[in-house]
């Protein structure tokens, strides 16, 4: 049987993602289980599910909007690969019409999860936005996305013909691999020490990426 969202709330603790003392999240917890990957998969079938971590790249771009509202109040955002629904929260805490995209319909469920707790409206879509040629959205945040060889070059692709459609592009980069290196202006970085959950690095160097097309 598919795991749920219910399934997996007994090991989730909500609490604040590190720099976000305005936002609360469900979190992979410090129970045992999420340290012994053979017991989660017999009991869950996967290991700790993405969107229960807060990754870094993630917490950089949710920060730089909660510092900078005025940019993106009334504006459309779409928050893609939203994961847990971080920088989703904190444009909706922006005052944007926001657009939580996650193609994981469990990490849809923790997405509302996460608004209903925070007291924050957000909508949330399961479509691969990626078929979409031309999307009608004033900004498109996109947290820790380029993690995947494989992936990233068409996810680039299609993000630079949003940008080049007059969509404003913000990546939040934890300086992964296969994040972009050319025709991006970084708009804000910062240093900080991530909890044990959040990144494989106790500390994470992230900034946030204005994508140009």
């Not at 795991?3 to 604040?16: G, N």
């Not at 944007?96 to 849809?108: E, G, M």
């Not at 804000?188 to 991530?194: G, V």
């Amino acid at each position: 049987m598919p795991s749920t969202y219910s399934s997996f709330s007994p090991l989730l603790t909500l609490r604040h993602p590190p720099l976000l003392p305005e936002l609360q999240l469900y979190l992979a917890n410090g129970d045992p289980a999420w340290a012994d990957p053979d017991a989660l998969a017999a009991k869950h079938a996967v290991g700790i599910p993405y969107w229960a971590v807060a990754w870094a790249g993630g917490i950089t771009l949710a920060r730089y909007v909660l510092d900078h509202p005025t940019l993106f109040a009334r504006k459309t955002v779409l928050d893609f690969g939203a994961g847990s629904g971080v920088v989703a929260l904190a444009a909706s805490r922006a005052r944007a019409k926001v657009t939580a995209v996650d193609i994981d319909p469990i990490a849809a469920d923790a997405i509302m999860a996460n608004a209903r707790v925070n007291h924050l409206s957000i909508a949330v879509d399961i479509d691969d936005f990626t078929a979409r040629k031309h999307l009608v959205a004033d900004v498109i945040l996109a947290g820790d996305c380029f993690y995947d060889k494989d992936s990233a070059p068409s996810l680039l692709k299609w993000l630079r013909l949003q940008a080049a459609y007059g969509v404003d592009v913000l990546l939040g980069d934890a300086r992964r691999p296969f994040a972009p290196k050319r025709k991006v202006a970084v708009v804000y970085e910062i240093s900080h020490i991530t909890d044990q959950q959040t990144d494989d690095d106790a500390l994470a160097r992230s900034r946030v990426l204005r994508l140009s097309p």
